[in-house]
């Protein structure tokens, strides 16, 4: 009855998955030389054992803003073992979104057997100065996806953390990452974006076919058997990938073709492979498609893929309502009913959606119903996310 497991572990190409998954963190970092140099110029003078430093990493999904400050991070440790011991500690904001959350993250990765129910945030905080205060190692603390902290939060956890040292003797306890997609500087009060410092922004543009070319040929490297994936698919899957600049993608196409083509009994991917996977992922839309839509279609295009990541259509109605939540999300006044119309027309010209109409399950009339067969909505809300901060940002310039 469990024949069918003996397939798990004995692919013809695969020989390890962990290089393949979105966590894996590779010995050296591909195509972030330049941000690795910036984040180096800031973090200038951390030998010293009385100095604190600060950045902030923005991009969008898949630009590697986490792999970026594990790599910073773990280069960072080793290259002062002999001068300053520091100690680097992740914190994903969207799985400890509150105060208190990060707190106990925080406090228990430094000291795990400290509590971990029963103390307020104000009680952390006390454990936390102790902590630090209490040995010679330098905290570097990295929260990613920050601003799902900020939401609840609005900043203050931030200011405390900056304003450690205050009051005591010793200073340069604590080192402090932010990473957020949004430009996350808006977000915060100026008193908190004065003690970062406005030139300690690192922005991480989407990658290059080249790049992503470079990521996926690493990943293959260490996860398939040599002579498995030829230099003409890792080009392909570049390729395909750039079409919205994101090396998770590449990674899934890596791995999707290298299974496709085990599945076929095959000991080597070919482009087709990459080829077939990419469509099944909805890359059926062209970047430049989405980039060259106005703003607010922008927006009306992603208040339809964030629905019908879930339903298979929505109606007309629903989805003015939708795109209404997302001007308020984006802070933008939404147009009306007419101009939101027009712009579901131009979506649909575009083959981005199409409409059918159908009469009212009750009363009288008839309505419109909008779907999108030719792409996965979750593939392509990634796409138009980055698009829309690309609009906001060059209209507020």
Known sequence: MTDYLNRI??????????????????????????????LGEIFTGIEDGRVSCRAVITGQVGSGKTVLSHCFSKDLQRHFAGTRDIRPVHVNCRNHPSKTQVLQRLITALDSGHPERGLGSGEIMQSLRRQLHGNKEHLLLVLDEVDHLLRSDKGDLLYQLLRIDEGLEQAGTLSLIIISQTQVLDLLEPAIISRFGTSNHVHLEVYDSEQLEAIARQRAETACIEGTVPDGVLRTIGQRAAEIGDARLAIELLEDSAKKAERSGRGEIIPDDVRIVAREVGQTVEPNVVENLTLHAQLSLLSLCRRLRKEDEVTTGDAEKLYHVVCEEYEVEPRSHTTFWKHLKTLEQQQLIESRTANQTS???????????????????????????????????
Do not use: N
């Open 9 to 38: 572990g004995a692919g013809k190409i695969i020989r390890d998955h962990a290089p393949l998954t979105f966590d894996y963190i590779p010995d050296e970092l591909v195509g972030r030389d330049a941000e690795l140099t910036k």
């Open 363 to 397: 009363g009288r009339g008839r309505t419109q119903h909008l779907s999108m067969p030719a792409a996965l909505p979750g593939t392509l809300e990634k796409r138009v996310e980055g698009a829309i901060e690309r609009s906001v940002r060059k209209a507020r310039l």
